[in-house]
């Protein structure tokens, strides 16, 4: 593939930018990647793994003369960045982020940014439960969505450059609004996290009582929250603060839902309880067809624990 920017800024070297410093760097898509994070560890790990061509002490040092400047911070880190490097900017560039929330990162970015600028918000819809510069891949975007939630006016060109970059790293675009964006990602990452941190939770109490039954009976079905559960605490401390609204709106129709089946059992309902698992079964066979997981059994994990 040809190159799509010249010069990209990564601002913050962890899953997501070494991530997309490895994928742009096996399709040739920048002329030069410059990088820059707040430690000193992480800005030498990301020179020698070799993700970044440069790595500058100063956010405001890593953006100058790029094209394409790229925040990849906590999202409560997204305005103090975008603070530092605005008067740095090159007249005519586009910055994006990847914040896994959309309304609070355009009001706390957007206002810093000088006209000339471009900014264009988005988000890949793409994870593992591993962070800082030696966690990311270069196929962790194939296939994956990266949603961008650019302002009306922005410019068309600038838009569909940057759509070109995630295509070209293997994800599937799409547009849409910045609040109907948390919304969506409330129902579909932010409640689910939340409810596999609560459910882990509660086995740890339980752990006090059972002890070690709780680690050692894990593979049927516990297993999958604990993975969910050890996703990173700053990163998901963040998300909650910021979309406050969409996750409390879906956390209060869940907790309706699961008196509905706390009821079902305690009538010994049976028929409730069928047809509500009948209807999420054919949710997850939407999800496969949509290419989005494996139906492999166990998740298509190769191990399988005895
Ligand atoms: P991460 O692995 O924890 O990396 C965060 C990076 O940001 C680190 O390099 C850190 O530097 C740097 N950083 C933090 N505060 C900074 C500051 N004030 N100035 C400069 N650098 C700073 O995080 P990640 O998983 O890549 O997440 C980054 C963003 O992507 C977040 O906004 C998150 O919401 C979003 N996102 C995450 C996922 C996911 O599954 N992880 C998926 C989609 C989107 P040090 O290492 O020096 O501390």
Redesign the pocket.
């Known amino acids: 593939m040809s190159v799509i920017y010249d010069r990209v800024a990564l601002?913050?070297?962890?899953?997501?930018?070494s991530s997309m410093g490895h994928a742009m760097k096996r399709h040739g898509l920048a002329g030069h990647v410059a990088g820059?994070?707040?430690?000193e560890?992480?800005r030498s790990a990301a020179l020698e793994i070799g993700f970044c061509q440069s790595v500058h002490a100063t956010?405001a040092e890593a953006v100058r003369d790029a094209d394409l400047v790229v925040l990849?911070?906590?999202?409560g880190?997204m305005g103090?960045?975008a603070a530092a490097i605005a008067p740095y900017l090159k007249p005519g560039a586009t910055v994006t982020d990847?914040?896994?929330v959309k309304q609070a990162v355009v009001a706390e970015v957007a206002p810093h940014l000088p006209a000339g600028v471009q900014f264009i918000p988005g988000?890949?819809?793409?994870?593992?439960e591993h962070?800082?510069?030696h966690?990311g891949f270069a196929s962790l975007f194939e296939n994956r969505w990266c949603i961008l939630t650019p302002p009306a006016a922005a410019d068309p060109h600038a838009v569909a450059r940057l759509r070109a970059l995630w295509e070209a790293m293997g994800a599937n675009v799409d547009e849409m609004d910045a609040a109907h964006h948390d919304l969506v990602l409330a129902v579909v990452s932010h409640t689910p996290h939340l409810i596999a941190y609560t459910m882990v939770g509660v086995a740890d109490h339980l752990g006090q009582v059972t002890e070690s039954e709780v680690i050692k009976y894990s593979a049927s079905g516990f297993r999958d929250f604990t993975r969910i559960a050890a996703?990173?605490p700053?990163?998901w401390r963040?998300?909650f603060l910021t979309n406050k609204e969409a996750t409390l709106d879906i956390l209060g129709r869940f907790t309706e839902e699961l008196f509905v089946l706390q009821r079902a059992i305690r009538m010994g309902d049976g028929q409730a309880l069928f047809d509500y698992f009948t209807r999420t079964r054919a949710i997850r066979r939407g999800v496969i067809e949509a290419g989005q997981d494996t139906a492999a059994p166990d998740f298509g994990r190769t191990k399988v624990d005895p």
Request: aromatic residues 0%; without cysteine; hydrophobic residues 45%.
């Open positions: 601002i913050g070297l962890g899953l997501i930018a820059h994070a707040k430690s560890a992480t956010a990849a911070v906590p999202v880190a103090e960045v990847v914040g896994s988000h890949p819809l793409a994870g593992t962070s800082g510069p966690s996703s990173d700053t990163m963040d998300v």
